[in-house]
């Protein structure tokens, strides 16, 4: 028999930036329905050792076109009005493995 963690754990993408680590992943209750989570991960050096500060989002089925679209909506702000003269695909360096 599977284990719960086989079961609900159905995608997942990685995105390494820098110092962070942020992991979308999509997961399955067990009456079969579907939601998002977004990771965003940091390694800490501490005293006592390293570890890992995790903080983490929550996304519905119900909330996942108006959180799209208000994403969109900040980041279409962010690159046409605030940040406009940054070269933002120059800088991303997975841009060419999601051309391909």
């Known amino acids: 028999m599977e284990s719960r963690t086989e079961l609900d ?7 390494n930036a820098g110092k962070r680590v ?11 329905d579907y939601y998002l989570t977004i990771t965003e991960s940091k390694k800490r050096t501490e005293e006592d050792g ?17 959180f799209v679209r208000a994403l969109n909506e900040v980041v ?8 406009s003269d940054y070269a ?13």
């Open 22 to 32: 942020y992991f979308f992943d999509i997961k399955s209750t067990r009456s079969k």
């Open 50 to 66: 390293m570890f890992y500060e995790k903080h983490k989002i929550f996304l519905y089925k119900e909330d996942v076109n108006k």
């Open 76 to 83: 279409h702000h962010l690159k046409t009005n605030l940040m």
């Open 9 to 15: 754990e159905i995608y997942s993408k990685r995105v």
């Open 88 to 100: 933002f695909d120059k800088n991303d360096r997975d841009t060419e493995s999601y051309q391909k």
